[in-house]
């Protein structure tokens, strides 16, 4: 099937879409410190800049952006394929992220279709990628996803679409659910992202219920911009790290021992004991918490909580 989307005829005229936009220089970044210690992918790349029309109120890279004035959802900056090519020759043959401070499927890749150009060009020169994205439009990107690169996390954080729609501003959680399951079965090392994972928002039975075999649970972590954004009981965010709050692990514990209804799961975390338990202990690869289908790993066996 051909691609519907990337129409150069869409958004012309008086579309906001295509007033707002403007190009920015795009190039992979490396990241380091607690988070890029910790993370097995953190080489990422940008096709989108400077704020997201998704503008999720818990959003981390919304709080490092807004205070310097550099994040509007209104009008997120295009990359420039040229600059994108250029740091894509750079790269190792190893896994880049699509989307490290934005999402790279938000609603201005049906007009630019940067995303799809990138795609392209890690194909061509054989680096695989992963994708995080909470649109549903990466399921009609088949035609130029090759399934041997390709690794794709769709997040969802509740199963209510009407309860999302005031807090996120992207695809509603059954489209994003229709997505992985059709991406599953055409055979793609696709999963859910249950990040971040807000135990009051979540229907358990509804969520161990899903036909999905692979799930990565990521927990919130909240700073004063997060909460001054997003109203819910901060009361249980006792530990302390990182300039963020945390629950402690043992809750953390409670809340995964009722997530059931999957074949493959894991934990990605960013506090420092949470995460050496996880890897340790439970995490399907203790070597790769994102839990990517690998060629080159050995088989490794589902893991159970330490007694």
Sequence with gaps: MGRLFCSPFLGRGNSPLLRCMKDFKTVAKTVEGNEGGKCHYNTRLDTYGCGCAHDCSYCYAKSLLEFRNLWNPQSPSVGDISEIAKAIRKLPREVVRLGGMTDCFQPAEKLHCVTYKTIKLLNKRKVPYLIVTKSALVAE????????????QITVTTLDDKLCSTYEHASPPSKRIEAIQKLQEAGYDVQMRLSPYIPQFVDLRALNGLNIDKVCVEFLRVNSWIKKWFGIDYSEYTLHQGGYDHLPLKRKRELIEKITGFKEMTVCEDEDEAYQFWRDHFNHNPEDCCNL???????????????
Aim: hydrophobic letters at 35%; charged letters at 35%.
């Design 293 to 307: 289908r690998r060629e080159s790993k050995d088989a490794t066996e589902n893991r159970v909580f330490a007694t």
């Design 141 to 152: 990107y088949m035609d130029v996803l090759d399934p041997e690169l390709a690794h794709i």
